[in-house]
């Protein structure tokens, strides 16, 4: 949910946007950056998709690489003198070498082959293949950027995993499920009412989201994202909204007013034994599990306006946690725990900050917008995605933690696009 839709308690659900196409725009300059020479796969020029410039992208977008200019042609067999990359001008000097070929065999798929050496020690580190339908080549290279991110960083790479948002064009609404870079998915849902709210089940299978095509009253369903199969979990009298899913896959946090009020309440992953958690006075809504299940965070305006509170997933007393100013909405809480990031109101622009748990007093603005929404932290806690106003036009757009590289994923055909989500790693 965004602010927009903090009054979906009394009803107010607003909708959200449409997309077909990202353009991904790097800016900014991190701090310490590894610059890596990227050079072209052969035969990929006979292909629709340039591995390389994919892989490259994926890289950049991470802040934790700088793409040395090459454009030369490598392939995997080669054995480049890798002193050669040491001895160049600074910035042109790398640190790691890829390069690799794309085969056509006779079944119609491609061979996807690659190497990756480290410049400095003089060694190869990886040699290695993957194999990939025409329509699967742009995955392919995000596994690959995957396996480069990880042997040269130690932590897993994220650009393999996929994002949900929702888009809108004239009165049709869609949910979209594409590669983390924007581009190359599917639509998993498409309707005439609202969709908005959209939740990764744990094991990435199914998306959770509140839409109005439930006789134009919101309701909260669950779909696998594979089969297109559509549960309903929610469709009680008054609101049901703001679904999130526990660690363990086995129950959601919702918001509904079918007592009176807006309040959090937990439900089966089926919709079964639907149990209240707040018993305020309040609209308490946009409840999200801590990754340990252990807590629940999320927004009530109990002491005048909506802030940011945290109580035990069993229920109970709840703490306020956020404290940058008179509005804060929209917690996401990274996968590995430490970090939280929120919307926050400040002399009327809406910033995404973050802060680390514990130390939440000194949270930061990351970015230079004024109407950002929906922050969701990538599986590996390293990016987060956002939704905000840049140039006139709705964008989706990904950010390093500290702000410095923001990559920004522009539809090339739609002008409104919001609520992402960033889903997990698949096993």
Do not use: C
Not at 381 to 400: P, Q, V
């Amino acid at each position: 949910m965004n602010r927009r839709l903090f009054a979906a308690s009394s009803g107010l659900l607003l909708a959200a946007p449409a997309l077909a196409q990202f353009r991904v725009e790097i800016s900014g300059v991190g701090a310490t950056q590894l610059p890596i020479a990227i050079a072209r796969f052969r035969d990929e020029d006979r292909t629709t998709q340039s591995v390389s410039a994919v892989i490259k992208a994926d890289l950049e977008r991470s802040g934790l690489f700088r793409a040395v200019k090459t454009d030369q042609v490598i392939d995997e067999s080669a054995k480049p003198n890798l002193g050669d990359w040491r001895g160049q001008s600074a910035d042109q000097s790398a640190d790691a070498l890829l390069a690799g070929s794309v085969t056509r065999l006779a079944d119609g798929r491609f061979d996807v082959r690659y190497k990756l050496w480290d410049v400095v020690k003089g060694k190869e580190l990886v040699f290695a293949n993957v194999t990939a339908g025409p329509a699967e080549l742009r995955l392919a290279a995000h596994r690959i950027a995957d396996v480069v991110y990880e042997k040269l960083t130690g932590e897993k790479g994220v650009f393999s995993t996929f994002i949900a948002y929702v888009t809108r064009s004239g009165k049709r609404y869609a949910l979209r499920v594409d590669h983390a870079d924007g581009a190359g998915g599917e639509v998993a849902l498409q309707s005439s009412e609202a969709i908005i709210s959209p939740s990764w089940s744990p094991d990435g299978q199914e998306l959770a989201y509140v839409t109005f095509q439930d006789e134009r009253k919101a309701a909260v369903f669950a779909q696998n994202i594979v089969t297109g199969a559509r549960r309903k979990l929610a469709s009680f009298p008054g609101s049901n909204s703001a679904p999130s899913w526990s660690p363990d896959g086995k129950s959601l946090v919702v918001t509904l007013s079918r007592d009176g009020g807006s309040q959090l309440y937990i439900i089966g992953r089926n919709g079964e034994s639907p149990r209240r958690l707040t018993n305020s006075q309040a609209i308490d809504t946009e409840g999200t599990f801590t990754p340990d299940g252990k807590q629940i965070y999320f927004v009530s305006d109990r002491s005048g306006g909506p802030q940011i509170y945290r109580m035990s997933a069993g229920g109970g007393a709840a703490e306020r946690v956020s404290f940058t100013g008179s509005y804060n909405i929209s917690p996401a809480i990274s996968p590995d725990g430490r970090y939280l990031a929120y919307i926050s109101r400040q002399n009327g622009a809406f910033k995404l900050y973050v802060g680390e748990i514990g130390k939440l007093g000194n949270a930061q603005a990351i970015t230079d917008t004024s109407d950002d929404e929906s922050p969701s932290f990538a599986p590996n806690s390293k990016l987060i995605i956002y939704a905000t106003r840049a140039n006139g036009r709705d964008t989706l757009m990904t950010t390093t933690l500290d702000g410095k590289i923001k990559g920004a994923l522009d539809a090339n055909r739609f002008p409104d696009v919001r609520e992402p989500a960033w889903g997990p790693f698949v096993r």
